[in-house]
Each structure stands twice: as structure tokens, then as C-alpha cells.
């Protein structure tokens, strides 16, 4: 995987596949589509199949503090190591070579996840070299986006190596990577030269926490998160990302994310204060791990009505609902589209207005026309 001119990350190819390998590729990546089976478990238009929805957040102040939401999933981390579930936990940190980007990291205590906290809104791509951060024996935990979890999990399908090596899937709500270009232009925003950093955090250290560069004289510069994201990261949202189907963790056990509070027209509000999370129980084996951590005092839970979780997730919602007509609009341009099985987008539709769909499906079909345009002027 390399950062491409964009600042996203892509596959380079560096020699011939087989026929073998290229199926294997083909049932595995979740860019060409996933396929969710509800095996008995509640199965929601917008969220996906799951056994419960709780609020809660990380009892460890320092976790809940330096998380990005409640420091559940970096309790969760950190209580599977403690409590001998697992040995390691593979997650994503800050590249010590470039503070913008990401790199792939083996957690072995509570002081690793502690350092790695916050979300890295930047190109991923835990599941590269994967075998390399495998110790062999031990037992790992894999924290992933959405995407990750299910190319994980297709993988373990094909392996029950691989799956008695990760027993744990942990995934959050993810509204899709921006670039590293993205990046550059919030520390650019700041009033900062992005060659100059020596660390940044895209969130946390409060809820939900301001993007913070710190530069290479000692100096820090700050951005409210509803900046940072709102203003600009998300208008580097890569393409796939504006089409997957999957933004809440469909394959993982356990899931993680912002519970916002609400304004009286039922959008989030941003104001800082301390951090609570949405976590979804997903299997068997994620409410069993929820109630030994709540059990033990590690994170508190409380129940949750998923009937709330549109207005605190208005995002994912409309996301979701609109996904289907973008598709179509794709599809009437000649590009390919993943294929999704068991997601239930017409069902999300019809939970959306037909005007939302007509805006969904002219959107994306003026984008792609102009990139059609554009491919033809470069030509």
C-alpha cells in the first residue's frame, strides 16, 4: 500500500497474480462488495444486524479523556490484554515519521493503547503485512474500520489459522478516510506549516476534542472538530468511501462511537465535555466481552434505544439512505458498483424522503460527469 499524488493510500501491484490469488483477492476485498447474513440478530435498515445498544464510557479517566468518544473502544483494548483474553492488540497510531499519517501498531499494554488513543482521521491500512504483526501462538485483538473488519473477516473465513490468531474483531462508526492532502489544509488553516510538525492529533484529550498541531519550536495550534471535520477533512473523503454500505462495523463483535447529545431539532451538538460512547453489541462473543468489562468496572453501560440513534447520527443516517440512488447514478455512467448482499438498502431508502434520493442520485451523477469531463480535458 502507497500514498498516491492525493495523499490516499492504494495497492501497488508488484508482480503477476494467479488465477488463485486473484479469487482470493476478489472474495476478500470489500471494495468490490460484502455480504452481511443477520443469523437471528435484530436486523436495522441503517445500523445493520446487532444484539443490543448501550452508552457508556471508559471508567480509566485518563482513557475516557484521551479517547475520542468516551474512551470505550480504548477500554476495551486495553481490559482484553489485562484480563488475559489476549496477548496483543493490533490497532492504528500516529506515524512517528509523519505526524499526519498512520501507521500499524502491536499494543502489549494499557500505556500503548494510552498513547495511540484518539481517532486518526488519515489513510489506514491495518491489514497490510498482516502476518508480519502476527506473534505466532499468541492471541490478538484487531481494531479496524468497517472496512477492514469485514476484509478481515472474509480472510478468516478462508483461515482458521488466522482465526484462532484474532479472536477479537473491534471496529467504530467511520463516515470515510480523508487524504493526506485533507490534512495539510487543516495545519495550513491553522496558520501552520505542515512540514513543520513534530506531532498531531486529529481528536480527543476531550469530547469531542480539537485537532492540534504541535510544531516544530514547541508551539501548538488548535481547531474545533467542527472545523476540522466539518469544514474540511470531509471534502477529502475519498470516492469509495461515499459509496460503502458499511459505515457502523457490520463484522465486528464490538462497536464504538460518538453518542452525541442532541439540540432540540435533534442534531449533535459539539461542545466539549466529557466523552460518552455508542457501543453495538454485534455477536455472541461481543456481549459476553461487554459484561466481564462492565462486570469488572472497567466501562459502564447503559441500555439504548436504537430509535435515538438517527437523530445522534444524522451522518451515517443520511449516508445510508441515500446510498442506493447514488449506486444507480453509477450505474447509468458505466462504472462499477461493489455488490452488497443481505445490507438492506431499499429498506434504507424508503426510511429516506424521495427528495433526498433525487439529490443523492443528481449529485453523484453531476460529480461524475465533471470527472468524465475532466479525464477528457487531461487527455
Known amino acids: 500500500m502507497e500514498a498516491d499524488v492525493r495523499g490516499y493510500l492504494r495497492p501497488v501491484q508488484r508482480g503477476a497474480l494467479d488465477?488463485?490469488?486473484?479469487?482470493?483477492?476478489?472474495?476478500?476485498?470489500?471494495?468490490?462488495?460484502?455480504?452481511?447474513?443477520?443469523?437471528?440478530?435484530?436486523?436495522?435498515?441503517?445500523?445493520g444486524s446487532f444484539l443490543s445498544m448501550h452508552t457508556g464510557h471508559a471508567?480509566?479517566?485518563?482513557?475516557?479523556?484521551?479517547?475520542?468518544?468516551?474512551?470505550?473502544?480504548?477500554?476495551?483494548?486495553?481490559?482484553?490484554?489485562?484480563?488475559?483474553?489476549v496477548d496483543a492488540v493490533i490497532l492504528t497510531a500516529a506515524d512517528p515519521d509523519n505526524p499526519l499519517g498512520n501507521r500499524t501498531m502491536i499494543a502489549r499494554s494499557r500505556a500503548d493503547v494510552l498513547a495511540a488513543?484518539?481517532?486518526?482521521?488519515?489513510?489506514?491500512?491495518?491489514?497490510?503485512?498482516?502476518?508480519?504483526?502476527?506473534?505466532?501462538g499468541a492471541r490478538h485483538a484487531f481494531v479496524g474500520k468497517p472496512c477492514d473488519a469485514a476484509a478481515l473477516r472474509a480472510m478468516i473465513a478462508r483461515d482458521p489459522a488466522l482465526a484462532a490468531?484474532?479472536?477479537?474483531?473491534?471496529?467504530?462508526?467511520?463516515?470515510?478516510?480523508?487524504?493526506?492532502?485533507?490534512?495539510?489544509?487543516?495545519?495550513?488553516?491553522?496558520?501552520?506549516?505542515?512540514?513543520?510538525?513534530?506531532?498531531?492529533?486529529?481528536?480527543?484529550?476531550?469530547?469531542?476534542?480539537?485537532?492540534?498541531a504541535t510544531l516544530a519550536?514547541?508551539?501548538?495550534?488548535?481547531?474545533?472538530?467542527?472545523?476540522?471535520?466539518?469544514?474540511?477533512?470531509?471534502?477529502?473523503?475519498q470516492h469509495r468511501c461515499r459509496i460503502c454500505a458499511d459505515g457502523t462495523g457490520a463484522a465486528a463483535d464490538l462497536v464504538f462511537a460518538d453518542a452525541w447529545e442532541t439540540n432540540a431539532?435533534?442534531?449533535?451538538?459539539?461542545?466539549?465535555?466529557?466523552?460518552?460512547?455508542?457501543?453495538?453489541?454485534?455477536?455472541?462473543?461481543?456481549?459476553?466481552?461487554?459484561?466481564?468489562?462492565?462486570?469488572?468496572?472497567?466501562?459502564?453501560?447503559?441500555?439504548?434505544?436504537?430509535?435515538?440513534?438517527?437523530?445522534?447520527?444524522?451522518?451515517?443516517?443520511?449516508?445510508?439512505?441515500?446510498?442506493?440512488?447514488?449506486?444507480?447514478?453509477?450505474?447509468?455512467?458505466g462504472r462499477p458498483v461493489p455488490r452488497y448482499r443481505g445490507l438492506r438498502l431499499w429498506a434504507a431508502m424508503r426510511q429516506g424522503s424521495p427528495g433526498r434520493s433525487a439529490r443523492d442520485f443528481f449529485g453523484m451523477l453531476r460529480r461524475g460527469l465533471r470527472r468524465d469531463r475532466a479525464r477528457r480535458g487531461a487527455g
Open 165 to 212: 490468531a484474532i479472536p477479537v474483531v473491534l471496529s467504530f462508526f467511520c463516515a470515510g478516510t480523508p487524504s493526506l492532502t485533507g490534512a495539510r489544509r487543516v495545519v495550513e488553516r491553522m496558520g501552520a506549516n505542515p512540514d513543520a510538525l513534530r506531532a498531531f492529533r486529529y481528536r480527543g484529550m476531550g469530547w469531542p476534542g480539537h485537532a492540534t
Open 265 to 333: 431539532e435533534g442534531y449533535p451538538l459539539f461542545e466539549e465535555q466529557d466523552g460518552e460512547s455508542l457501543i453495538v453489541v454485534r455477536t455472541a462473543l461481543g456481549g459476553r466481552l461487554l459484561t466481564r468489562m462492565v462486570e469488572g468496572g472497567h466501562i459502564t453501560a447503559e441500555a439504548f434505544d436504537p430509535a435515538a440513534l438517527a437523530a445522534m447520527q444524522p451522518g451515517q443516517r443520511k449516508r445510508r439512505q441515500g446510498l442506493l440512488a447514488r449506486l444507480a447514478a453509477l450505474r447509468l455512467l
Open 59 to 85: 471508567t480509566d479517566p485518563d482513557l475516557r479523556h484521551a479517547g475520542a468518544s468516551g474512551g470505550g473502544l480504548s477500554a476495551a483494548a486495553a481490559w482484553l490484554m489485562e484480563s488475559g483474553t
Open 117 to 136: 488513543a484518539g481517532s486518526r482521521y488519515a489513510p489506514a491500512s491495518p491489514l497490510a503485512g498482516l502476518q508480519d504483526h502476527l506473534t505466532p
Open 19 to 47: 488465477a488463485a490469488r486473484e479469487a482470493a483477492v476478489a472474495q476478500v476485498c470489500p471494495g468490490l462488495g460484502q455480504t452481511v447474513v443477520a443469523a437471528g440478530r435484530e436486523d436495522h435498515p441503517l445500523w
Open 217 to 237: 519550536d514547541g508551539s501548538t495550534r488548535q481547531m474545533s472538530y467542527a472545523e476540522s471535520w466539518g469544514q474540511v477533512l470531509s471534502k477529502f473523503v
